[in-house]
Every structure is written in structure tokens, then in C-alpha cells.
């Protein structure tokens, strides 16, 4: 158990609709990272937050958008869902910003 | 962009025999790296990391090297177990002004034959 928490596990949703995954970071650790994985494929970074704020954007579309809370839990928002954007959604989280991250156990969406 | 890649997709090894995992960077500016092992349905586990101002780490039966002048780096494992059959992924970090972002590579899966 990496310490890192998401939920849900598995979403499924239409085509169309708007989703919220939620990632609560390792106690302490004020660094969370949101990753797109598609099946069989690579790791892509999508967003970075560091105590509430943005840090680092990478290949996130514009209808996603994220934020971090002032507790430091963080939610990822997909909105206007799309066939392609069925995969499993990871968190991590790091103490700061040039430590190792923890991932969580990740969302498995499925958009059909 | 500049990016992580990986040279071997799928390697199989035999049980016991030594296992290196290869991987690629092309940002001279990055500072820090980081090996992850994913089983099937979890999400990515912390191996091993280095830092830019070291060229070799040492972990329990991992090794990570790191080669800055042709930018390379590889994950060695020692007596792989079955246990050890994942995918591998590299990653690098830069912190620039634009912030901090973790790049991982491809991924190279790696299976252990009994």
C-alpha cells in the first residue's frame, strides 16, 4: 500500500458526461501528480499540483482540468467524455517536488 | 518535446539468470531519475532512483546505472524471480520554470520464465 488514495476504482459513464476522480496524497506529502494510462501504453503526465497550486502541465486536454484543495487531496475533472479517454487514470503524490512519487492504485474509466 | 524512451518492449529472462532494462533520455537537463515496476492492474511501485551527480545505485538485487555522456540509463536486477515479471518504466525529472514533471518512458515489459 503506497498511501495514496483514489477513488472510485472503476467508473463507467457515457459518452458525453462529466466525471470527478478524487486522489488523497500520502500524509505529508504536498506534491500530487495526475497520469493518463491507455491500454498497453506509457504513462502520460497530465497535471501538477504543489500545496494547492499548479506547477507543470503536460498532454491535458482542455476539457480536463484539476485541482488541489487546501487539505491537499486532489480531483481530476473529465468533462464532455469521449470513447478515447477510456483508461486508467493514476494519482501520485511526493513529499516535494524532486522526490520519488507514490502512486495510487489508479480509476479504470470506461466511457461507453 | 524531448522525451524518455525505452530500447527492449518485452524481455524475457530465466528464472535466476541477471535482467537489465535499458532506457533512453534525451533532456540533459534533467536532474533526477527514477525506475518503477507495474504489475497487471496496480498502479506503478517505486524501484530504485539517482540522482545526475551519481553514475551507479545500489538497491536489494537492483542496480540503477546511469551514463550522462550518451544518456542512458538501465535498471539491473540479480537473480530475477518470477515475482519480478512487470512492466518497467524509467523516468526522468526536470525542474525548470515551467515546474516539475515526472516523464516516463514507454515501458519495457519484462517476463520471467520458470
Known amino acids: 500500500d503506497s498511501g495514496v488514495t483514489q477513488t472510485p476504482k472503476h467508473l463507467i459513464t457515457a459518452t458525453g458526461q462529466r466525471v470527478t476522480l478524487r486522489c488523497s496524497p500520502r500524509?505529508?506529502?504536498?506534491?500530487v501528480y495526475w497520469y493518463q494510462q491507455s491500454l498497453d501504453q506509457g504513462l502520460q503526465f497530465l497535471i501538477q499540483?504543489?500545496?494547492?497550486?499548479?506547477?507543470a502541465k503536460g498532454n491535458i486536454l482542455e476539457r480536463f482540468s484539476a485541482q488541489q484543495f487546501p487539505d491537499l487531496h486532489s480531483e481530476l475533472n473529465l468533462s464532455s467524455l469521449e470513447l478515447g479517454d477510456s483508461a486508467l487514470y493514476f494519482c501520485?503524490?511526493?513529499?516535494?517536488?524532486?522526490?520519488?512519487?507514490?502512486f495510487g492504485q489508479g480509476t479504470r474509466l470506461t466511457v461507453v | 518535446g524531448e522525451s524518455v524512451g525505452l530500447h527492449l518492449p518485452t524481455l524475457s529472462v530465466q528464472e535466476g539468470d541477471n535482467s537489465i532494462i535499458n532506457c533512453a533520455y534525451s533532456?540533459?537537463?534533467?536532474?533526477?531519475f527514477i525506475w518503477y515496476k507495474q504489475e497487471s492492474g496496480k498502479g506503478p511501485q517505486f524501484i530504485i532512483d539517482?540522482?545526475?551527480?551519481?553514475d551507479k545505485r545500489q538497491g536489494q538485487r537492483v542496480t540503477v546505472l546511469l551514463n550522462k555522456t550518451v544518456k542512458h540509463l538501465s535498471l539491473q536486477i540479480a537473480a530475477t524471480q518470477p515475482g519480478d515479471s512487470a512492466v518497467y518504466f524509467c523516468?526522468?525529472?526536470?525542474?525548470?520554470?515551467?515546474?516539475?514533471?515526472?516523464?516516463f518512458g514507454g515501458g519495457t515489459r519484462l517476463m520471467v520464465k520458470p
Open positions: 501520485a503524490s511526493s513529499l516535494t517536488e524532486a522526490t520519488e512519487a507514490f
Open positions: 500524509s505529508g506529502d504536498l506534491s
Open positions: 499540483y504543489y500545496n494547492g497550486e499548479e506547477r
Open positions: 533532456n540533459s537537463a534533467s536532474d533526477y
Open positions: 539517482i540522482r545526475s551527480n551519481m
Open positions: 523516468a526522468e525529472n526536470m525542474n525548470n520554470n515551467a515546474g516539475n514533471m515526472l516523464t
